[in-house]
């Protein structure tokens, strides 16, 4: 079994790049799923599967349906997998979210992106208490 499956958007226009990025993916053992607009017209290779799909809410329904692997990433051709893969294969995280860098105009972002999940986590941490406290064995 393969330790991680990407599903990679896939385009006729950006093929030699998606095929390239698929390739070093396969070769590091991820099972590497194209997915977009004639992506079963690509010839078979090792690790590398094409999906004909309108969008990745459809592929990621597929790929979770055949059951692939223990991880599943929806992966952009920006995004470093290996860094992704790192903490759930370390068991340390069992979801990862990436952020691309962002330029300094947009720098808000990122702040309020930190900003909104300290005040989720901090939510979700006041409701758990207050329901512990309420609960009888």
């Known amino acids: 079994m393969a330790r991680a499956t990407a599903i990679l958007p896939y385009t006729v226009a950006a093929q030699a790049e998606a095929l ?7 070769a590091a053992g991820v099972d590497v799923v194209l997915a977009g607009p004639d992506a079963s017209a690509l010839p078979a290779q090792p690790g590398i599967h094409g999906i004909d799909v309108a969008d990745r809410a459809e592929a990621l329904r597929r790929v979770l349906a055949n059951g692939v692997s223990p991880i599943t990433l929806l992966d952009d051709p920006g995004d470093d997998t290996e860094a992704l893969l790192r903490p759930i294969e370390a068991g340390t995280a069992d979801a990862v979210f990436g952020l691309r860098p962002l330029t300094a105009e947009a720098s808000w972002v990122r702040w309020a992106d930190r900003a909104l999940s300290r005040l989720a986590s901090s939510a979700s941490s006041a409701a758990w ?9």
């Open 20 to 26: 390239e990025r698929a390739r070093r993916l396969a």
């Open 129 to 137: 208490r207050s329901a512990g406290s309420s609960l009888s064995v």
